[in-house]
């Protein structure tokens, strides 16, 4: 089992940047996919943003493409998601997650929040 | 984009209850690409079911998933108090990953 904890999250204004971290507790080597959901409030799971078990390919949801932008340094055990043009429907907890690829996401992060409000 | 489709929006149950979730698929999808997911208030989402049928690790065996083609079910069979809250199903799919809207089961 791994631990994933998230961080960077913070209160941005419209148009700005923040980048997420999401450090796992072990090595990502026997390496899986990773990948970002969100959720805003008071609303249900969105999926954001996949990466594969290299860094070699990844996936955005419409919503965020060309805006968000996935990574991960494995040498670190740390997942990453820069966030830029935020918009107020950015607002939302962001978790990471493990993905079982490609079906499912078998472990999740506790989310960090990201505001965007002038 | 596959549309998953959740009901009830709210199931009012008394512990002890059987509940019975739905999901339906906008469109055919493999049940290897079906899952679903507990996630009680200030939580973060935990995985129950993948395959549409099988049990994630640690999941008691009151919870049971079912389906195929485009109708999916998630089955309590006796509701402990610690099964009260939002359930969501989830599918994979093009290079895509989509949830449903979720739905919450509450205390009668």
């Known amino acids: 089992e791994v631990q994933l904890l998230e961080s960077g999250g913070g209160f941005v204004q419209p148009g700005g940047s923040l980048r997420l971290s999401c450090s796992a507790s072990?090595?990502?080597?026997?390496?899986?996919?990773m990948a970002w959901v969100r959720q805003a409030p008071g609303k249900g799971l969105e999926w954001v943003s996949t990466i594969d078990y290299n860094g070699g390919r990844t996936y955005y949801a419409e919503s965020v493409k060309g805006r968000f932008t996935i990574t991960r340094d494995d040498a670190k055990n740390t997942l990453y998601l820069q966030l830029n043009s935020l918009r107020a429907e950015d607002t939302a907890v962001y978790y990471c997650?493990?993905?079982?690829?490609?079906?499912?996401?078998?472990?999740w992060g506790q989310g960090t929040h990201v505001a965007v409000s002038s | 984009e596959i549309v998953l489709a959740q009901s009830p929006g709210t199931l009012s149950l008394s512990p002890g209850e059987r509940a019975t979730l739905s999901c339906r698929a906008s469109q055919s999808i493999t049940s290897t690409y079906l899952a679903w997911y507990q996630q009680k208030v200030g939580q973060a989402p935990r995985l129950l079911i993948y395959?549409?049928?099988k049990r994630a690790t640690g999941i008691p065996d009151r919870f049971t998933g079912s389906g195929s083609g485009t109708d999916f079910t998630l089955t309590i069979s006796r509701l402990d108090p610690e099964d009260f809250a939002v359930y969501y199903c989830q599918q994979y799919g093009s290079s895509l990953w989509t949830f449903g809207q979720g739905t919450k089961v509450e205390i009668k």
């Open positions: 072990r090595s990502t080597s026997g390496r899986h996919a």
């Open positions: 395959g549409a049928s």
């Open positions: 997650a493990q993905v079982s690829w490609p079906t499912h996401f078998d472990f």
